[in-house]
Nanobody, 111 residues
């Protein structure tokens, strides 16, 4: 049973930064693709970033150059570093792997 626990969300002003963490149990982060999604109120859940088992990364166009996905194999944790945050980044951010979802962490960016 894969369990994913996100943390690191909060309230930040536009232009600020946050780092989200996703601690994984029941699976090895370096052996599986790890994905961040987000869901804003009244909107569909959307893909944000992925890191493959081989270390390749890909991003939603609107976050390229601002967000960075990474992993710490020793801590079995995946991160999402978010810089130059915009109000439109406000959403619940969720970690996904192997058909399992975390509970999400709220990110709110004020203008």
């Amino acid at each position: 049973q894969v369990q994913l626990v996100e943390s690191g969300g909060g309230l930040v002003q536009a232009g600020g930064s946050l780092r989200l963490s996703c601690v994984v149990s029941g699976s090895i982060v370096s052996s599986n693709a790890m994905t961040w999604y987000r869901q804003a109120p009244g909107k569909q859940r959307e893909f944000v970033a992925i890191i493959t088992s081989g270390g390749d990364t890909n991003y939603l166009d609107s976050v390229k150059g601002r967000f960075t996905i990474s992993r710490d194999n020793a801590k079995n944790t995946v991160y999402l570093q978010m810089n130059s945050l915009k109000p439109e980044d406000t959403a619940v951010y969720l970690c996904f792997s192997q058909r399992s979802w975390g509970q999400g962490t709220q990110v709110t960016v004020s203008s």
